[in-house]
Structure formats: structure tokens, C-alpha cells
């Protein structure tokens, strides 16, 4: 068995105790209701830096919160920002992943590498894919075997590079997209325990996911090509060997289909190019202070973008490539969509809950204040902070897999902490991100793990559960290495993070702080997506 087979089948046996992330959301309001009870009693207070006003501990079960939950129920799930950015998102995307559109391209994409840059462009490739969700690991991981197999390699390491591309690349990625709306709209309602005015940009970790696509590949190709495929061994075909290249061909329809596709792809992002340039352009503030703000509704409008580069990408397709007959096709498939997203908003019912009910008993604002004095107080510097941000995260994602599960739980502490010291709410996202995402492939409660398993099984029926970490674990430790150095020079150089969003934060002055936040988008009425 060895150390290190012990220690993941103790991983193994614990997270297979854990509950659904639904359930423990669940138990989390017990336990916080308890404490607030407690902490009202033992009379926990703090002041709030910016304004000077007192916070005091506000017990759960008081009339007056217990009114407000069962009164604003509905309210308060509608006014749970990620679920309205997701779904929204998510009607555009699931039509584009229906009709074909992000099968095709993958498989067109992959399909062109020369052989010596299989192993990038199929980890690249695979980070990319990741905006596909479910569609890039059922076709991109499976297929890169037989790419693999194709060139005469071991099939298993083309698969575990696709795998790490499209999980420990999770949040990696060129362009924002879903990822980016959901955990962001989870550090909005955070960041406004401390200033009510900050509102979310979806686009505010770009720069920041762009830089670890950069930096990932390298690092997959060389981890895939001196460390996995050397202790995989040569590759010996069998007579039953699943090889079957015509499984990454496209057919004339699907190419018909991605050029109209990539015109339709720039019929929108010239309209919304003209809704940013033209004359009285409706995505520009005229008033805004600088060149941040007066573009804040262009990035306030990017769900809006996301949704219909999607729909009309994914439409365009479809018809080109006979996946959609009619109208009715496309109320089909969006309809298949929400229903896909079914378990979330279970899901966003019990976490959007939690949050609100956090924020009610002003223990999010207690905690924040005095971790950030303790904090202060231990002389720790900003690379240290973030670097425990990475791991720690990294850490709770082998057990708790919900990427958005965790941050709803960890944004409302570590958010405004690190505002009172300065980081900014986005470079807090930024480092939660780096590590949620490299541990994505060592954990059997990944939910993908399983499938991935069984495409292995396909090319090498003995190659085991363990045999599938032994393989993954490389990619993970130099993912997490390299992230968390990356993470913290990136602190240390203050680089942007994304269009208008900085690593340092400047607590506003009480004027400021008294304004309250603009809503953004339809899931954002008042207060205000693995």
C-alpha cells in the first residue's frame, strides 16, 4: 500500500462521511443560530473602522429575525446574487452546449495540434473548455486518449493532461465566464459588511485567470511529458484497444456550423463594442470619475454578454449543422438547461439562507474586525495571508467539492478581514481560486472523478482508483506551488487584477460608506455558480 496510498484512502473514507453540500449548509445555520445566541449573551461587539459605529452581536432567534426569515424567504433566495447570474448565463450556454457547438469546437480544436504540441494544445485546450462545464470533461478528457493512442503515446497521460486542464484549470481561462459571475457575486454581498457601496465586476479577476492559463500550461506539459508518461511506460496497443481517430473528426455540418458560429460570435462583440464606443454609447457612464468608473456598466453588462454570445453562437450552430429544426428546439433546450441547474438552486436556497443570516447576526463584521486586528497585530504580510488563503483552500476542496459552496461560506469572514487590511475584495477571490482549483484532481469526491476513472479503464482495465491519484497528484503539488508564489508576487508587484480592479483596497470615508450599493442585474433587487 505505501504511505501515501494509506493517507488517500483515509481521505477517501472521511470525505465519504461528509454529507451533501446541501446538508451541511443546513447544519451551519443550526450551528450559527446557536452562536449568535451565545455571542448576544456574552455581549460580542466591535466597531466598525470606517464609520465608527458600534456593531454588536444580533441573535438569530430574536422576533425580529425570526420575522425577517420566514417573511423575506422568497426574498431572500431572489436577492441571492449568484443564482441570477448563473441562470441567466446559463440559458445562453446551455443552448450552445446542446445544439453541439462546444463539442465541435473542442474536438476541431484539439484535432489541429501537430504532434509535438499535443500536450499543450490539449491542456490549453482543456482550460479553455472548462466555460463548457460537463461538455468538456465528456468529450475533451475521453478524446484526448484517443489522440494520445492516435500518435503512438500511452492514452492514460493524454487523459490526465485534458483532466488537469479542464479541473486543476478550473479557474483558469482567457476570457471570464460563468465561474467568474458566480464567485464574484458571492464577494459582493461580503465585501458590503464593510462598504456597502462596492459592487461586483464580473470581469475582475481577468487578468489574473489569464495569467494562470499562461502559466499552467508550461507546467502541465512538463509535468504530463517528463513525470506522468515515464511512469506510465511505453504504450503497447491491443487488439481491443478502443482507438477509433474518427472519434475527433468533425463532420461537414458541425464545420458548416463553427463558421457560422464564429460570425455570429462577432456580430456580438461588435454590438457590444458599438454600445461601448459609439455616440452616446448606453454601457458608459458620462459622470463616472475616471475611465473605471464611466466603464462600469459595460462590466456590469458582461452576464447580459455572456447569455447572448451563447444563445446566438449556440443558435447560429445549430441551424447550420441541423441540430435545431425550429423555435421549439431552442425553448427545449433552454428549458433542458434549468432543469440541469435544478440541484443548485437547491442548493442557493440553503446557502443564500446562510449568508443573509450571517450578515443579520453581525457576526461576519465582529469576526472580520478582530482577525483583522489579530492579524495586524501578528506582523503577518500580505504574501503570507494570501498564501494561507491558497492552501486553506485548497485543503477544504478535497473534502467539499462546490466551489461556490465554500466561498459562500469563507467569503463573509475572509472578505472584509482582508479589505480592513487593505487587499482588495477581488484579490481575496483571486487567491481563493487558485486553490480551489489544484486540488480539484486528488479527490474522489471530485464528482467527476469517477468518470474520469472509467475513460482510463477504457484503455487499461487494472488502472485503479489509486493508480488515477498517483498520476494526478504531480500536477497538483507544482499547481499549488507555483500558484501560491504566483499569487503572492502578484500582490507584491500590485498588478492589476482585471479591468478597473487593483490588489489594494481603500476603506471609504463615512460618506461614502453610507451609500448604498446599486443593484446589478435581475438576482440583485435588494440587498444586491462544480
Not at 17 to 30: H, N, T, Y
Not at 121 to 129: K, L, P, S
Request: hydrophobic share 55%; net charge negative; with cysteine.
Amino acid at each position: 500500500m505505501g504511505i501515501g496510498n494509506w493517507l488517500l484512502n483515509g481521505v477517501e473514507k472521511a470525505g465519504n462521511k461528509l454529507p451533501d453540500p446541501v446538508f451541511i449548509f443546513v447544519w451551519l445555520i443550526a450551528i450559527l443560530m446557536g452562536v449568535s445566541v451565545f455571542a448576544t449573551y456574552a455581549g460580542w461587539a466591535a466597531v466598525n473602522p470606517v464609520t465608527g459605529a458600534p456593531i454588536v452581536a444580533e441573535s438569530l432567534v430574536s422576533p425580529d429575525n425570526l420575522r425577517q426569515l420566514f417573511v423575506e424567504m422568497p426574498r431572500t433566495l431572489t436577492g441571492f446574487a449568484p443564482l441570477g447570474y448563473v441562470l441567466v448565463v446559463m440559458l445562453g450556454a446551455g443552448v450552445a452546449e446542446r445544439t453541439g457547438l462546444f463539442s465541435a469546437g473542442m474536438r476541431a480544436a484539439v484535432k489541429r495540434a501537430p504532434a509535438f504540441l499535443l500536450t499543450p494544445m490539449v491542456i490549453f485546450i482543456a482550460i479553455i473548455g472548462n466555460h463548457a462545464a460537463d461538455a468538456a470533461y465528456v468529450v475533451l478528457v475521453p478524446l484526448a486518449g484517443v489522440l494520445y493512442a492516435a500518435a503512438g503515446r500511452h492514452p492514460i497521460a493524454g487523459i490526465a493532461a485534458a483532466f488537469a486542464g479542464v479541473s486543476a484549470g478550473f479557474s483558469a481561462n482567457i476570457f471570464p465566464g460563468q465561474l467568474d459571475v458566480l464567485l464574484l457575486g458571492i464577494t459582493e454581498p461580503a465585501a458590503q459588511l464593510i462598504d456597502p457601496s462596492w459592487t461586483m465586476n464580473p470581469a475582475g479577476n481577468w487578468f489574473f485567470i489569464v495569467a494562470m492559463t499562461v502559466m499552467f500550461v508550461p507546467l502541465g506539459w512538463w509535468v504530463t511529458d517528463k513525470m506522468i508518461e515515464p511512469r506510465l511506460g511505453a504504450w503497447v496497443q491491443k487488439d481491443d484497444s478502443p482507438i477509433q481517430i474518427s472519434d475527433g473528426d468533425t463532420t461537414p455540418a458541425e464545420r458548416r456550423g463553427l463558421w457560422m458560429a464564429g460570425l455570429a460570435a462577432l456580430v456580438v462583440i461588435g454590438g457590444w463594442a458599438a454600445m461601448v464606443f459609439a455616440p452616446g454609447a448606453p454601457l458608459v457612464d458620462p459622470e463616472g470619475a475616471d475611465s473605471a468608473a464611466r466603464l462600469q456598466p459595460f462590466y456590469q453588462s458582461l452576464v447580459a454578454a455572456f447569455f447572448v454570445l451563447f444563445l446566438l453562437t449556440g443558435v447560429a450552430f445549430g441551424v447550420a449543422a441541423g441540430t435545431v429544426k425550429s423555435h421549439r428546439d431552442i425553448v427545449r433546450m433552454t428549458s433542458q438547461a434549468m432543469a440541469d441547474m435544478a440541484p443548485y438552486i437547491v442548493l442557493a436556497f440553503v446557502a443564500a439562507h446562510f449568508v443573509a443570516m450571517f450578515n443579520w447576526s453581525n457576526l461576519g463584521a465582529i469576526m472580520a474586525i478582530g482577525g483583522a486586528e489579530l492579524i495586524s497585530q501578528s506582523g503577518l504580510n500580505t504574501f503570507g495571508l494570501l498564501f494561507a488563503i491558497v492552501i486553506v483552500a485548497g485543503f477544504i476542496n478535497i473534502f467539499v467539492g462546490s466551489a461556490s459552496a465554500k466561498w459562500a461560506f469563507l467569503a463573509p469572514i475572509l472578505v472584509p478581514m482582508l479589505m480592513l487590511l487593505g487587499i482588495s475584495p477581488e484579490m481575496t477571490t483571486a487567491a481563493y481560486r487558485m486553490g480551489d482549483s489544484v486540488t480539484n484532481i486528488i479527490t474522489p469526491l471530485m464528482v467527476y472523478f469517477p468518470l474520469v476513472l472509467t475513460f482510463c479503464h477504457r484503455w487499461d482495465k487494472d488502472f485503479g482508483m489509486g493508480s488515477l491519484m498517483a498520476i494526478m497528484i504531480p500536477y497538483s503539488m507544482v499547481f499549488m506551488i507555483f500558484g501560491s508564489i504566483m499569487t503572492g508576487a502578484w500582490a507584491a508587484a500590485a498588478l492589476p487584477l482585471g479591468p478597473g480592479a487593483g490588489v489594494h483596497y481603500d476603506l471609504p470615508t463615512p460618506a461614502e460608506a453610507a451609500q448604498p450599493a446599486n443593484p446589478v442585474g435581475p438576482a440583485a433587487p435588494e440587498p444586491s455558480g462544480r
